[in-house]
């Protein structure tokens, strides 16, 4: 039975009080182990890793994550936070590419592909995320885009070392507020042909964008989907452990 993958980034939001309540909510939740046949993740902002580590503690079930990080592990990089420097947080995963990155913060297929490596160095697991614009879509083009922004970060790589990294999938026109949800339909062939790429060679291959309680059933049953990445739906956590109850559910059918 493949593990399908249940995360969140809570993005720019929550103060150190929130993320501590979400926390432990969580871990008292859970009582020390994941729901059968899910991988919880989460990820906070940065202020809020080791907090978040030590409520949950050493052994949690529950991954924890960044939203980013530097290629170099450490140096004149103002404002930067590099891979060690995250581990040494607490942080277990890395989120890379992310649409909101690559469209303010000037990320590209060579900077992901740099930052990949750099948390496969250092033993963290790469959350690269990949995503076409409506305009793409529109004419098209959607599988190529987003073979082509996964293929730059990770086809130089050692077959091993892909075998660590999980995609997530997340077309821009469905994120956000500014997003639509996708229908089932028209994620079919973007995930055949990333299926076709990547299947059984990455750890996972999760779909990202507007997910909420009535879409994700139906979004893990596309085929080659092994995971969902969530944002608004999980930041209240009665959100987030309805998308646990989901995923173990949906596993459980497998
Ligand atoms: P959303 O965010 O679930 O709020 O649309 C998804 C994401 O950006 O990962």
């Known amino acids: 039975m493949s593990t399908l993958w ?14 501590r309540a979400w926390a432990e909510a ?12 899910v991988q919880p993740f ?16 050493d052994h949690s079930p ?43 913060f000037g990320e590209t297929v060579e900077t992901t592909r740099r930052k990949v490596a750099a948390a496969l160095r250092h033993g963290l697991t790469p959350l690269l995320c990949i995503g ?18 996964a293929a730059g970060a990770l086809d130089s790589l050692p077959a091993e070392e892909v075998s660590r990294v999980v995609i997530a999938y997340e077309p ?15 994620l079919v062939d973007p995930f055949a042909a990333l299926g076709e790429a990547y299947g059984g060679k990455v ?10 309680l009535d879409n994700a059933a139906d979004l893990l049953g596309i085929e080659h989907v092994t995971g969902l990445f ?17 995923g173990q559910e949906h596993a459980a059918a497998l």
Not at 65 to 85: K, L
Not at 203 to 211: D, M, N
């Open 230 to 246: 969530v944002g608004r739906t999980a930041w209240r956590l009665e959100g987030y452990l309805e998308l646990l109850r989901i």
């Open 6 to 19: 249940i995360g969140t980034s809570w993005k720019m939001t929550k103060t150190l009080a929130e993320a």
């Open 172 to 186: 821009i026109w469905a994120i956000g507020e500014k997003g639509r949800p996708a229908t089932v339909e028209e």
């Open 132 to 149: 076409e614009s409506a305009e793409v879509k529109a004419r098209g083009g959607s599988a190529a885009f987003i073979l082509a922004q």
């Open 62 to 104: 529950v991954l924890l994550g960044v939203q980013n990080a530097h290629w170099e592990d450490a140096g004149a990089w103002t404002g930067e936070v590099s891979v060690p420097q995250a581990k040494d947080a607490g942080a277990q995963l890395v989120e890379i590419g992310h649409s909101e990155r690559r469209e303010h």
């Open 26 to 37: 969580l871990r008292d939740h859970l009582g020390g182990s994941a729901p059968t046949g």
């Open 203 to 212: 750890a996972g291959l999760l779909y990202g964008g507007s997910v909420n």
């Open 42 to 57: 989460v990820i906070p902002s940065f202020t809020a890793t080791t907090t978040v580590r030590g409520i949950l503690g």
